[in-house]
């Protein structure tokens, strides 16, 4: 008999039986194996009548969650329970964090094992980790299982009560509030409110080139007679002006060009000279959050992609578990740090003695290893033999773990003070002693100016008295700047130091903000929509709880608390959903006060009252009463609540009411040809809408153009697309050249055959491109024909052929031998991993054509049931459900016993080593088909909805022909 290894992933499954001895046999549960309903089709039949079931928790009865075996997971519980059969033990090797708690324990549920069972963790995937592992195996963690269950529950019950009723007042279906989405949503909305808010300011100053021996250097104003001149940190940044308790000289730009005059060709002296040392120690290793952070700046990577990608070098043994909160190291890992950083640098860049980090965020949890590169040495990311994304992650945790382990940056800071009459400058310097950390990583940085860290500056040598020479002393005027917008990097941290959420789903959380249209990614900054600031606002009004960080924050620490077994779950829950002031009596009380017209706009600061911002059907609009008439001009995409300043909305208006601004007359028609401003952006017309003429021509402006930048010129180009070309010798329809959202192309029109698309590329122009250079890209093979291979996915873990994402016409979709799988809507390419990719492939095997599905399961149904097995006997075990009981009525039931019926799953108070333990039972319709139901199960299994409802207080009742 061999001992089953049970992991989460195909290539988690892969790398680790390479470190198992042979008659272990290691296979994937590809995740969670049962989770509540999606949706009402989800439903089992028998419940579908409940009030509660919508939610998926039985909030009158313990909060009772009920679990059901999605269908995409049936045959893999199928194969899980095949391969227990010939098992002698079961070893639960999922990840050692909560939800890899949770799997293990809903993977005894499912499976109800009578074979010995131990839980098995590691933070790494090397033979030495595994071993270790190996003998140390302890029993599912209940405390875990409890608290990551709550947080589920939590969640299902915020998600699945507050939407519905976004959806309803707000009249669009693709909204959705979240326990942590909707706080982090409410911190974006806060500060675009901030830039809204802020009202700029403008300064002057003066910088000056100076020549000292040797080399020049730069200088700038600081002071004139005993006042400091005013920089961008004196202002009022709700007014505009000097903040007044402000004691500052402010420039204008006519004030710096008289001090400049006066100050031209006056001597300058050195009147002070400072030198002071500065010690830079280098940053803990990398926790989820920080490599989140970091991966962000330094790589342009998301969060979803960098914990994507991440998790494969986990997976493949590259790195140590990547979900973590701690910047703790093992004595293995300094070691082995230490040895690099002694052989690639030498002894004098070690630090004296080892570095050790303690943890210090708000609530961080499971005392993991910090993220790391994997084993007792660490392999240099060259001798890794990765590539790309995967090469450029490895490398930046590989660096910040050997910087770790290395010797203080040393460095001196040097200042120097002139004065040229009244007038004070400053030069500052930078030079580093002695490189240290700094020789393996500097860290980045949010702001522009820190990420200069680790470059020298270097000032001549000067002492008091000296002369030097000046060059050029050139004016500068500046406009202070409102504060920043989030990046992915910034909200992570936010999130991180209020205790909001926690590291491991951030990147879930932000990918969710993005999916439901509350904020868009513009130059590497969270932009939120209109649609965010209107949920916000209907959110801060009548549930500023749900909204507000702290009370959050609380919520994450008291899931902590579950999870170290300090707090109950249940008073918590019912406290939280029925108490007094629970969210169930807050949504009964609030609803009715909900006016959905107030709810589906937009409150923006700054604007004239009569102006309104609303939500409708197709995007944001402008509403104006002009006296009894009523003006609504729909809002461009591109445009943010930061832009919709007044001139903004007068130009919309302004064209709405009084129709586009005309450019000029084309020089060969004569028609004219207006500018104007539509939902896509703005656009470019010859003519004007006409019966006769109901489409006349346009023509997009280019991406970077502004508006008021365009010329007749530009426009009369921009009208010339699409150029016809000339007809394709072999079909006689037309080629034409043209300028599309993807940039330029040209496209051979087949008619009944369809367009036929090339991309123009390099020197190839759209407006001067020929017949024959479009016939010549036309011609070119199927396979270039822009398909962009994104990445490789990996191999089949069954098969061995590699699977690749490709960006193809129609969108994203996975390449696998001959077949070519479309994504299913609402996947992003950015996020599909190994496993899903399988399991698209595992679902698009089956059906050969839409035709033959009826035939398929006919002939499934024939050749899985035994000819005696009466159509009762199917129907009974199709429609069987485990349902929760009391303990005293389990006790009082009589049930037929049976090794191939329903079985019994644990309760959570009931030790994951006693699941094997208790009996089989059926339900009452598999009892209803007396022995004929034996023979049967296994037949049924194949064709029945896998549905389980959880106790905590009792054993549940798995029925007969799950999964």
């Not at 382990?405 to 040097?414: E, F, I, P, S, V």
């Not at 129609?810 to 399991?839: C, F, M, R, V, W």
């Not at 319709?925 to 049967?936: E, H, I």
Request: hydrophobic share 35%.
């Amino acid at each position: 008999m061999s001992t089953l290894v049970i992991v989460e992933s195909p290539t988690k499954a892969r790398t680790i039986s390479k470190f198992l001895p042979s008659s272990y046999i290691v296979e994937a549960s590809m995740g969670h194996v049962r989770d509540l309903p999606e949706s009402k089709k989800d439903i089992p039949k028998e419940y579908k009548g409940e009030d509660w079931a919508k939610l998926g928790v039985n909030v009158n009865e313990g909060f009772d969650p009920l679990y059901i075996v999605p269908a995409d997971k049936k045959k893999v519980v199928r194969s899980l329970k095949s391969a227990l059969k010939n098992a002698s033990e079961l070893i639960l090797a999922t990840d050692e964090d909560r939800e890899g708690e949770s799997i293990s324990w809903h993977l005894l549920q499912v499976l109800a094992p009578k074979v010995p069972i131990k839980r098995m963790v590691f933070h790494e995937i090397t033979s030495e980790a595994i071993k270790s592992a190996l003998q140390s195996c302890r029993e599912v963690d209940e405390n875990l299982v409890h608290a990551q269950e709550t947080r589920r529950i939590l969640d299902r019950l915020v998600g699945y009560t507050l939407s519905p009723l976004l959806w309803h007042k707000m009249n669009n279906y693709r909204l959705a509030a979240g326990r942590v989405q909707s706080v982090a949503v409410r911190l974006l909305v806060n500060r675009e409110r901030q830039r809204r808010a802020f009202q700029s300011g403008s300064y002057w100053d003066l910088k000056a080139t100076l020549f000292a021996p040797e080399h020049e250097f730069p200088a700038q104003l600081v002071a004139v007679g005993d006042r400091n001149v005013a920089t961008g940190k004196d202002f009022d940044e709700t007014t505009g002006q000097i903040a007044s308790n402000r004691n500052v000289l402010l420039l204008d730009e006519a004030a710096a060009l008289s001090l400049q005059a006066r100050i031209q060709n006056k001597p300058w002296s050195v009147v002070k000279l400072e030198e002071r040392p500065s010690t830079r120690k280098p940053s803990p290793p990398f926790t989820t959050s920080t490599m989140q952070q970091e991966a962000n700046r330094k790589l342009r990577m998301s969060a979803r992609e960098t914990m994507r990608v991440a998790q494969s070098l986990y997976e493949r043994g590259f790195i140590t578990y990547m979900r973590t909160d701690s910047v703790h190291l093992s004595q293995q890992a300094i070691a082995a740090a230490r040895t690099c950083v002694e052989n690639m640098y030498g002894k004098e860049y070690l630090s004296p003695k080892p570095r050790q980090y303690t943890t210090k965020s708000k609530g961080a949890q499971e005392a993991h290893e910090a993220i790391r590169p994997a084993g007792e040495t660490f392999r240099t990311p060259q001798a890794t033999g990765l590539s790309g994304r995967e090469l450029n992650l490895y490398d930046l945790i590989w660096k910040r773990t050997v910087a770790c382990q290395m010797a203080d940056a040393k460095q001196t800071l040097t200042s120097v003070q002139m004065l040229v009459e009244d007038a004070r400058f400053r030069a500052s310097g930078k030079r580093i002693d002695f490189p240290g950390f700094f020789r393996a990583y500097v860290e980045g940085s949010d702001d522009p100016e820190a990420a200069l860290e680790g470059k020298e500056v270097i000032l001549p040598r000067l002492v008091e008295g000296d002369h030097p020479e000046c060059r050029e002393i050139l004016p500068i005027g500046h406009e202070t700047q409102p504060p920043a917008r989030y990046t992915e990097a910034s909200l992570v941290k936010m999130l991180e130091s209020e205790g909001i959420g926690r590291p491991s789903t951030y990147a879930s959380i932000i990918g969710t903000i993005r999916d439901r249209g509350y904020a868009q990614i513009i130059s590497n900054a969270l932009i939120p929509t209109f649609t965010a600031f209107a949920v916000t606002a209907l959110l801060e009004e009548h549930f500023p709880n749900l909204v507000d960080p702290g009370f959050t924050s609380k919520m994450e620490q008291t899931l902590d608390d579950i999870s170290m077994g300090n707090v109950d779950y249940l008073p918590y829950l019912q406290k939280f959903y029925l108490g007094e002031d629970g969210l169930a009596e807050q949504v009964n009380a609030r609803e009715s006060q909900i006016d959905p017209e107030t709810a589906r706009s937009v409150p923006l600061a700054g604007l004239e009252e009569k102006v309104k911002v609303k939500i409708g059907k197709f995007g944001p609009y402008i509403q104006v009463q002009e006296g009894e008439e009523v003006i609504s001009a729909s809002i461009p995409q591109d445009f943010t609540p930061a832009d919709l300043v007044p001139e903004k909305i007068n130009l919309l208006l302004k064209q709405k009411l009084e129709g586009p601004d005309q450019l000029g007359t084309h020089p060969d028609n004569g028609e004219a040809i207006y500018l104007l401003v539509g939902q896509y952006g703005p656009y470019v017309q010859l003519g004007k809408v006409t019966d006769d003429n109901p489409k006349p021509k346009r023509a997009s402006i280019p991406k970077g153009t502004k508006p008021e930048d365009v010329t007749l010129e530009l426009a009369v180009k921009l009208l010339m697309l699409p150029r016809d070309l000339g007809v394709h010798p072999e079909t006689g329809k037309k080629i034409q050249a043209n300028l599309g959202r993807f940039g330029p192309y040209v496209v051979h029109d087949q008619g009944k055959n369809g367009k036929d698309y090339r991309s123009l590329k390099g020197d190839d122009d759209p407006y001067t491109v020929t017949l024959e250079r479009a016939l010549e890209l036309l011609a070119m093979p199927k396979s270039v024909r822009g398909n962009t291979k994104l990445r490789s996915l990996g191999e089949h873990p069954t098969e061995g052929n590699a699977i690749d994402l490709y960006k193809g016409k129609y969108g994203p979709y996975i390449k696998y031998n001959k077949t070519n799988i479309s994504l299913p809507d609402g996947t992003s390419p950015d996020d599909l991993t190994l496993e899903q990719a399988i399991e698209l492939i595992a679902t698009k095997k089956p059906t050969k054509s839409s035709r033959s599905s009826k035939s398929s399961r006919a002939s499934s149904k024939s050749k899985t049931t035994k000819a005696k097995t009466s159509k009762t006997t199917k129907t009974a075990a199709k429609k069987t459900t485990t349902k929760s009981t009391k303990a005293t009525k389990t006790a009082k039931a009589t049930t037929k016993t049976t090794k191939t019926a329903a079985k019994k799953t644990t309760s959570k108070s009931t030790p994951a080593s006693k699941a094997g333990a208790t009996k089989s039972t059926t339900s009452n319709a598999a009892k209803s088909t007396g022995a004929a139901a034996k023979s049967t199960t296994k037949a049924a299994s194949k064709n029945t909805k896998t549905t389980t409802k959880s106790t905590k207080s009792s054993p549940a009742k798995e029925v007969a022909g799950n999964a």
